[in-house]
């Protein structure tokens, strides 16, 4: 076992120990307090370890200046912190902890934990949930030191492990490639389980000196806004959705004076949004493009003259098409997953003998910068969030009287990627019903928001969804009652 992440992170606070680290609503650390709050937790959850090598632990809850401090004592007290995404549901909650093993998870009051847990304490403002031993648990790989989740073809979320060379190495090339340094103040809005928060705004962050500022609740334009401005933000993290809301009030150039990147997922932004807000602020808005297993990837240091998502970053390089024939886009980088823990061999199988791993992406390099043109995969980018659709489709077909389903993707009424459905089934088969099934079993964002109600689904002649026919059934973007 190696501590790569705790020996880097502590030399971070010990570096910056007089600037100001990280703050939420409700609370502001300098870099110093920061270690010091992180020493005083590691030994409060020493005492709620049990007795193995390298406890895992899975942190399910929002940002949060304590959702740091416990980042930080995990690593301190030895335990591999299993990074997991607040918005993920019962039944997934549950998989992650069967599939691997969980021994403790971290979480809000409110959240539902697996039935087999019980409480063992707190940690601050969070709940302490621990799990029986599971001897049969799989076996991690001996320099994993954070674990993050992707969905995948299972149908249950996938367990990426991560060396910590991969993840010190994942913040220093992003911090290069994009000019971060200890004059930035960034305004985070994405979840730091999420590729786009942990590899842009944490680690990278503490290397040079920061301010990591962290929202709560649910972000609308007003108190964005309001955050930018208290905090004298540089730069602004988070998913397209909070950039459409932004864009919809009076922001100004004098309201954001030191804002100077606004960065965002790789999930379909419309230009508009992205016109309209370089308008209001003079600040270009910028695509992330990362790949879960691969860490980040580009970055497009003009994004007006770039034509696509931007050059590799350092440490990273691409294989793709040409604009006349687009292929499968396969990526080295410095940041790579070492493997699923709980899919043996699946991760493994797409890295080639020379190292590139080959991703779900089609398209082409055009003057070295990345131009994405489809999916190969069965996976749906719905507000930054992969969703995969056999798990959808798999959850759906047990809703009572529904017999077959396509769960694709589809253009809402206002122009943003939907996840849809189209169900055929039984007399009595009720579309909100079938949304309300999902939303038992699923976290909130993998629900439908349009669903179709079709007496049989229509097929080509091999049997196949006509995939044309179903997108045209969703052109009106709005959903069925």
Request: net charge negative.
């Amino acid at each position: 076992m190696t501590d790569v992440l705790f020996d880097v992170m502590e030399r971070a606070l010990r570096a910056h120990a007089d600037a100001v680290a990280v703050s939420d609503r409700d609370t502001v650390l300098g870099y110093g307090e920061l270690a010091e709050a992180g020493r005083r937790r590691a030994a409060a959850l020493r005492e709620l370890l049990p007795a193995c090598d390298r406890p895992r632990v899975g942190i399910r809850a929002a940002n949060s200046v304590d959702y740091v401090v416990t980042y930080l004592a995990l690593l301190e007290a030895g335990c591999v912190p299993f990074l997991i995404d607040r918005a993920t549901g019962p039944q997934d909650t549950r998989y992650i902890q069967e599939d691997c093993g969980l021994d403790l998870l971290v979480h809000e009051e409110d959240a539902p934990v697996p039935e087999s847990g019980v409480p063992a304490g707190v940690l601050g403002s969070l709940r302490v949930t621990r799990f029986p031993a599971a001897p049969d648990r799989p076996a991690l790989h001996d320099e994993t030191e954070v674990c993050r989740f992707t969905s995948g073809s299972t149908g249950r979320p996938q367990c990426i492990e991560f060396r910590g060379h991969a993840v010190h190495r994942a913040a220093v090339n992003w911090a290069e490639g994009t000019g971060l340094d200890g004059d930035d103040s960034i305004v985070c809005l994405a979840s730091l389980s999420n590729g786009l928060a942990f590899n842009t705004s944490l680690l990278s962050a503490f290397l040079v000196g920061a301010q990591l500022h962290l929202g709560r609740g649910l972000p609308t334009g007003g108190s964005v806004t309001r955050l930018l401005s208290r905090t004298a933000a540089t730069r602004l993290v988070a998913f397209p959705a909070l950039y459409e809301a932004l864009v919809k009030r009076d922001l100004s150039k004098e309201a954001l004076p030191r804002l100077r990147m606004a960065v965002s997922s790789a999930a379909p932004l419309e230009q508009r949004t992205k016109e309209r807000f370089e308008a209001a602020t003079g600040v270009p808005l910028q695509n992330y493009f990362g790949i879960a297993e691969a860490g980040p990837l580009t970055f497009a240091a003009d994004p007006l003259t770039d034509p696509g998502l931007g050059q590799p970053l350092p440490g990273v390089r691409l294989r793709a098409g040409t604009a006349e024939r687009p292929d499968v886009v396969e990526v080295l980088s410095e940041s790579m997953g070492t493997r699923y823990l709980n899919a043996p061999g699946v991760l493994e199988a797409r890295v080639g003998e020379d190292g590139f791993y080959r991703s779900g992406d089609r398209g082409y390099l055009s003057g070295g910068s990345l131009v994405l043109t489809g999916r190969t995969s069965q996976l749906v980018n719905v507000g930054g969030r992969k969703v995969d659709v056999k798990e959808v489709t798999d959850v759906l077909l047990g809703a009572p009287h529904v017999t077959d389903v396509v769960v694709l993707e589809a253009v809402d009424r206002h122009g943003a990627t939907a996840l849809a459905a189209v169900l055929a089934g039984t007399p009595g088969l009720d579309p909100a019903g079938a949304r309300r099934h999902v939303a038992r079993h699923l976290a909130p964002y993998k629900v439908p928001s349009l669903v179709r109600v079709v007496a049989e689904i229509p097929r080509g002649s091999s049997g196949k969804p006509n995939a044309a026919v179903l997108r045209r059934m969703f052109e009106d973007g709005e959903n069925t009652p």
